[in-house]
């Protein structure tokens, strides 16, 4: 497939994403630069200088809101992009309304608790939607023991095994493998549509 | 009774088991899970009620913080 053949599919899709952090903001740009149409993407959270070794924001965005934030920064890559940013706590009771109109839903949170939360709730409200989840990206190397793995819908991507901490911190080299790896089960999943 | 756990046959002496009990003769002590049986989603509020018998295709899948 040529790229214009990828871009002219990928521009007809919705893709939701729930986080615009390490995971979130890095899979929503590799999404637009091959011509995503819709984004659908929710946080509360606010730029912040420790955000900077490995999420798309930059210095002199530290302070804003990260959905405004991230708009900006991808209108940069395609004006055209239809971004629809939720600058809000996902919870069971606002996540349909969110993501209704979604072709797949990408995971992108960073506490184990919400992740069970949001893959408990999608996999209600949307169990025929395709989720992407990002599980284990924390530290160094082991490139070796970042896979993707299918379960039902769900697609697992990351070593599912590190789990952050001071001694283990998420940084750009690990958590980029991982988010373009979500964005390219997404991208996989949406070619073959060929809706 | 004879189930698949994660992709991997197991045997159990039970005939059934809750998934709570399932989880404790695993030694499963992750505390986020998403759990599925036969393909259908299990909410943490019926691991006691949700039952695992024979011939059953259960996936556990353990989630860890970052992202």
Known sequence: ?195 | MNIVLNNNPETFEAERLSVNELLKAKNFTFKMLVIKINGNLVKKTDYDSAVVKDGDDVKVLHLISGG
């Open chain 1, 1 to 195: 497939m040529t790229f214009e053949e990828i871009r002219t599919i990928m521009q007809r899709k919705t893709v939701g994403i729930a986080g615009a952090g390490g995971l979130g903001s890095n899979c929503a740009m590799a999404l637009v630069r091959i011509g995503l149409g819709k984004l659908i993407i929710a946080d509360f959270d606010v730029v912040s200088e420790s955000n900077l070794n490995r999420q798309f924001y930059f210095r002199d965005q530290i302070g804003e809101k990260k959905i405004p934030a991230l708009k900006t920064n991808l209108l940069r890559i395609n004006p055209c992009l239809d971004f629809v940013g939720h600058d809000c706590c996902l919870v069971p009771d606002n996540i349909e309304e969110v993501f209704k109109g979604c072709d797949i839903i990408v995971e992108a949170f960073d506490r184990a608790d919400q992740k069970a939360m949001l893959i408990e709730t999608i996999l209600t409200e949307f169990p025929d939607t395709p989720l992407v989840i990002g599980l284990g990206m924390a530290g160094v190397g082991l490139n070796d023991t970042i896979h993707c793995r299918q379960i039902d819908n769900m697609y697992i991507c990351g070593d599912e095994v590190s789990e952050i901490g001071p001694d283990c911190p998420p940084i750009a080299p690990r958590v980029g493998i991982v988010s373009n790896m979500q964005a390219n089960v997404v991208t996989e999943i949406l070619l073959s549509c060929k809706l």
